[in-house]
C-alpha cells in the first residue's frame, strides 16, 4: 500500500469511526419511555407523556423546548414544569382537554409557541394523537397543504383518533 493509499484509508476509517456515535446520538428518542416518541423533523421530536428518565434525557441531548399539549391536572406524577425549567429548558404548556379544544384558538398558541423557539424541541401530549392534530391543522391553516397532505403530515407526528375532528376543523376552514 502507498503512503498516500494509506493515509486516505486511514482518513476514511478516522471519519467513518466518529460518524457512528453520532448517528446513535442523534436517534436518541427511540431509546425513549414516552409513547410513540419519534423524530417529526430534525427540529421537532414528537410523542406521549415522557417520564423523569426521558426529561433528562432530553437535556443530555440539548433539546431547548418542551411542549405540552396535555390538559390541565390530566398528569400528577411529577412536576414536568418544574423538571423541564430545573434542568435549564423552557416549558410551554397548551392545555388541549379533548377533541373540541383541537381548535383554531388553541392552534394559534401552538403556532405561536412552534414558531417563536430556538433549538430542538420535544412535543408531547399523552399518546402523541394531539401533538399530530395541530401539526396537521398548521400544514393546512398556515403553509397551505391540501386537506390530505395535512393529514398525512399529521399522522407522521403522531394523529390517529383525531383525524375526524382534524377534518371538521379543516372543512370549516
Known amino acids: 500500500?502507498?503512503?498516500?493509499?494509506?493515509?486516505?484509508?486511514?482518513?476514511?476509517?478516522?471519519?467513518?469511526?466518529?460518524?457512528?456515535?453520532?448517528?446513535?446520538?442523534d436517534n436518541f428518542a427511540n431509546t425513549m419511555s414516552a409513547k410513540n416518541a419519534s423524530y417529526y423533523t430534525e427540529r421537532?421530536?414528537?410523542?406521549?407523556?415522557?417520564?423523569?428518565?426521558?426529561?433528562?434525557?432530553?437535556?443530555?441531548?440539548?433539546?431547548?423546548?418542551?411542549?405540552?399539549?396535555?390538559?390541565?391536572?390530566?398528569?400528577?406524577?411529577?412536576?414536568?414544569k418544574a423538571k423541564v425549567e430545573a434542568l435549564g429548558m423552557t416549558y410551554i404548556s397548551i392545555p388541549v382537554s379533548g377533541?373540541?379544544?383541537?381548535?383554531?384558538d388553541n392552534l394559534r398558541l401552538f403556532q405561536d409557541a412552534i414558531r417563536n423557539i430556538?433549538?430542538?424541541?420535544?412535543?408531547?401530549?399523552?399518546?402523541?394523537?394531539?401533538?399530530?392534530?395541530?401539526?396537521?391543522l398548521d400544514a393546512y391553516i398556515n403553509d397551505k397543504k391540501s386537506a390530505e397532505a395535512a393529514i398525512a403530515i399529521g399522522k407522521k407526528a403522531g394523529l390517529t383518533r383525531l383525524e375526524k375532528r382534524v377534518k371538521e376543523v379543516i372543512d370549516e376552514n
Do not use: W
Open 44 to 80: 421537532f421530536i414528537v410523542g406521549g407523556q415522557p417520564n423523569i428518565t426521558d426529561i433528562n434525557l432530553l437535556a443530555k441531548h440539548q433539546i431547548k423546548t418542551v411542549i405540552n399539549l396535555r390538559g390541565q391536572g390530566e398528569f400528577t406524577d411529577f412536576d414536568e
Open 1 to 25: 500500500m502507498t503512503k498516500v493509499n494509506f493515509f486516505t484509508y486511514l482518513i476514511f476509517l478516522t471519519g467513518f469511526i466518529f460518524a457512528i456515535p453520532t448517528q446513535a446520538t
Open 118 to 136: 430556538k433549538g430542538k424541541t420535544f412535543v408531547h401530549c399523552a399518546s402523541g394523537n394531539r401533538v399530530g392534530a395541530f401539526f396537521a
Open 99 to 104: 377533541a373540541s379544544e383541537v381548535n383554531l
